[in-house]
């Protein structure tokens, strides 16, 4: 069966430095993964997409790389920032929806940004 | 503010309460979703309505029921409850995925079941 496993259930940073979380993946072909923020008590914000094709993609401080071998997505926080506290969602696309987003979440890594 | 509505945001119900979750979208998104988050699991998909038909429905128990009468809106009904169903419920919409594949999650509702 497929399985997400989003390694590090928490991981704790000093400011400044750069954040790496991982995300594995087994039994799966994603057309896509995506990365999204959430905050303690609200629903996930999307922030990145990459597709299978792709290997890497930046928006502003974060960068995502997607390695379809080792079946493995790394996202890095540059100069990481106490805002930037909170877990992180990966996300895995199926090829085939059917005029919808089938996508499969793992567990999430809570990232805390200590000063 | 990400365009999906849920209300209400919390609510307590006993096992034998009939209650409703509520959820619009205001971003002419064709697709919505239920989800169950509870701790230390993954987000579970329980329900899929695309163009308002039920698309998928991942075995969820008959305590569970979805409404979704047009695009911009989408029910959850509750009835007989246990307390293992106690968790944040998500609603959420995404467009065509030809169009996009970004899901927009509501706020969701903490539900306690007592």
């Known amino acids: 069966s497929q399985k997400i496993e989003q390694n590090s259930e928490a991981l704790n940073i000093q400011e400044g430095k750069t954040a790496t979380l991982t995300c594995n993946y087994t039994?799966?072909?994603?057309?896509?993964l995506q990365w999204y923020r959430q905050d303690p008590g609200r629903g996930p914000v999307f922030l990145l997409l990459?597709?299978?094709?792709?290997k890497e993609k930046r928006k502003e401080r974060l960068k995502v790389t997607f390695d379809t071998t080792l079946k493995q997505s790394l996202f890095h926080i540059t100069a990481s920032q106490p805002a930037d506290s909170a877990t992180y969602l990966c996300?895995?696309?199926?090829?085939?929806?059917?005029?919808?987003?089938?996508?499969?979440f793992g567990t999430g890594t809570k990232l805390q940004v200590i000063p | 503010e990400t365009g999906v509505t849920q209300t209400p945001r919390h609510l307590v119900m006993g096992m034998t309460n009939k209650k409703s979750l509520k959820c619009e979208q205001h971003?002419?998104?064709?697709?919505m979703y239920w989800y169950k988050q509870s701790a230390k699991k993954p987000l579970e998909l329980m329900f899929v309505?695309?163009?308002?038909?039920?698309?998928e429905n991942n075995s969820v128990p008959s305590r569970f029921s979805p409404e979704c009468p047009n695009s911009s809106h989408l029910f959850l009904h509750l009835h007989t409850l246990q307390p293992e169903d106690s968790a944040l419920y998500l609603c959420?919409?995404?467009?065509?995925?030809?169009?996009?594949?970004?899901?927009?999650f509501g706020e969701g509702s903490w539900l306690t079941v007592v």
């Open positions: 959420a919409s995404s467009q065509d995925p030809t169009s996009g594949n970004t899901i927009y």
């Open positions: 039994n799966y072909s994603p057309a896509y």
């Open positions: 990459i597709r299978e094709n792709e």
């Open positions: 996300a895995l696309g199926d090829p085939l929806s059917g005029g919808y987003q089938k996508v499969t």
């Open positions: 971003l002419g998104h064709n697709a």
């Open positions: 309505y695309s163009l308002e038909e039920r698309v």
